[in-house]
């Protein structure tokens, strides 16, 4: 299975404390809870994690402070299409990942999911629309809140399909 993972207001939320026990405040004001890093991690083995978030190589960085094991250093990283970051920073994001799962092509990634705080934006957009729903997971999250443990114990399902 393939991750998107986004940082901002997904493992970076000012509020995760209302999901998580703990949250520790460190890097430049990020924001996030060790439980749910710890949660993440246990599932390296299983799920490719590919970064999709405008701090592009920053991630691997990123990931490292917050204790990510390998995917601090071995995720890959989408970046725009078009080569340019655009905002909404959403479309970018979802036509790198339409991309990536080789979309146009035939399908040629089963299992898939995309955690992004703007994905809730696509929705009614009917170019998007089969990319934020069918064989994919892509939660609605919160960006004040993040990931929750709902939403990982969720993708653990997906993953064991």
């Given at each position: 299975?393939?991750?998107?993972?986004?940082?901002?207001?997904?493992?970076?939320?000012?509020?995760?404390?209302?999901?998580?026990?703990?949250?520790?405040?460190?890097?430049d004001g990020l924001c996030w809870s060790p439980s749910m890093i710890g949660h993440l991690i246990?599932?390296?083995?299983?799920?490719?994690?590919?970064?999709?978030?405008?701090?592009?190589?920053?991630?691997?960085?990123?990931?490292?402070?917050?204790?990510?094991?390998?995917?601090?250093?071995?995720?890959?990283?989408?970046?725009?299409?078009?080569?340019?970051?655009?905002?909404?920073?959403?479309?970018?994001?979802?036509?790198?990942?339409?991309?990536?799962?080789?979309?146009?092509?035939?399908?040629?990634?089963?299992?898939?999911?995309?955690?992004?705080?703007?994905?809730?934006?696509?929705?009614?957009?009917?170019?998007?629309?089969?990319?934020?729903?069918?064989?994919?997971?892509?939660?609605?999250?919160?960006?004040?809140?993040?990931?929750?443990?709902?939403?990982?114990?969720?993708?653990e399902l997906q993953i064991e399909v």
């Amino acid at each position: 299975m393939i991750l998107y993972l986004e940082v901002d207001g997904v493992l970076s939320a000012g509020r995760c404390y209302k999901a998580w026990p703990e949250v520790v405040l460190e890097l430049d004001g990020l924001c996030w809870s060790p439980s749910m890093i710890g949660h993440l991690i246990s599932l390296q083995d299983r799920v490719e994690l590919v970064w999709v978030s405008r701090y592009g190589g920053l991630c691997s960085m990123i990931a490292r402070e917050m204790g990510m094991g390998k995917w601090g250093s071995d995720a890959r990283v989408l970046t725009p299409v078009s080569g340019e970051y655009t905002e909404p920073s959403i479309y970018w994001k979802a036509e790198a990942i339409w991309s990536d799962l080789g979309r146009g092509l035939g399908s040629r990634i089963d299992r898939w999911s995309w955690f992004d705080a703007g994905v809730g934006d696509l929705r009614g957009i009917r170019d998007y629309a089969d990319l934020v729903r069918g064989n994919g997971y892509v939660p609605e999250i919160s960006k004040d809140i993040g990931i929750t443990p709902e939403n990982l114990i969720t993708l653990e399902l997906q993953i064991e399909v």
